[in-house]
């Protein structure tokens, strides 16, 4: 950030007065430029014994596996943008169980919130953002394909919980690798 | 937002190419900023029977009580965000049971994540944004007072829960007063 998006004049980036922490500010107009971390909705959308992946379309991780997801827009429940996007990138319809995951990524400022349903039809397939949308029994999920630690985390939740049939709501925070 | 935060020059307000709702667009430097709904972090600090709350020293809501809360800041997990905040604003330190509620607030685009926790100490005392701060037993809890509906919903499912010996994840959306 190098111009107040206020007023167009310069900002610089110093502790306000009473915080404790750098701010992008405009000494011109008096703003204060907050930067915070933004949330991911997505879904674990299943029909039977099978959990539906995304081959993603798109940079990062192009041509690897995840759940629907994308960032949540103003206006929007976390839910409705969760479904949202299983629209979007799979073009699939289904009905919340529940809230599945919440995982923190604090190394790239990301919340995310996933919640699991049931496809209420089959008529899914690729949004302009994948190339393959699939249904995967347990023991084909391509697991050294997936895009994002995130997404195996939550989905190895998914299928532990189901074998003890009882679901709960996971929580964690995933780790920058070394 | 009226000047792109990149390049300075004057942003318009229309759909991007491939998108699906209008965002502020740079057609200089072509600079698409988005703008996402925020994260509210916060904990429900109890001690015994008792809950702690901050009675509200910054506007809105100035003099009402509230659970200590504030925004995420990046590089941040959403319970380091919590403890963070309830020290900030109660000066409580507290042991995480578990994540207590999602609450989604469309209109105002921010998700409340609530942290449920005992009171390690009871140092606690008023930060710079709260005029006090208390322990409540159940019955004594100022409801008409409360500063956001969101924090209402939250102790009543927690003596809820407690009443009934179990706690559980609560989640909902909180709609504009109309
Ligand atoms: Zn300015
Ligand atoms: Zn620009």
């Known amino acids: ?3 107040c ?3 167009g004049h310069t900002v610089v980036f110093e502790v306000p007065t009473g915080d404790d922490r750098p701010r992008h ?11 915070n971390p933004r949330v991911i909705v997505g879904t674990l959308p ?6 539906l992946l995304c081959k993603r379309a798109i940079e990062p991780r192009y041509g690897l596996w995840t759940l629907p997801a994308g960032f949540m827009e103003n206006g929007e429940s976390s839910e409705q943008g969760a479904l949202r996007e299983s629209w979007e990138e799979a073009r699939a319809n289904l009905r919340v169980d529940d809230l599945f995951s919440v995982y923190d990524i604090p190394h790239i400022n990301q919340v995310y919130l996933i919640y699991r349903g049931e496809l209420t039809d089959t008529e899914f397939g690729p949004g302009p953002e994948s190339l393959e949308v699939e249904l995967f029994d347990e023991k084909d999920i391509p697991w050294q394909e997936m895009a994002f630690p ?3 985390e939550t989905l190895k939740h998914y299928f532990n919980d189901r074998a003890q049939g009882q679901f709960s709501l996971h929580r ?3 780790k920058r690798k070394l």
Not at 27 to 35: E, K, L, M, R
Not at 46 to 51: A, H, I, R, S
């Open 25 to 35: 500010l405009c000494h011109s107009c008096g703003a204060i430029h907050y930067v």
């Open 150 to 152: 995130v997404m195996t």
């Open 46 to 51: 299943y029909l039977g014994d099978q959990v």
């Open 1 to 3: 950030m190098k111009f």
């Open 5 to 7: 998006s206020h007023c």
């Open 172 to 174: 964690g925070v995933i």
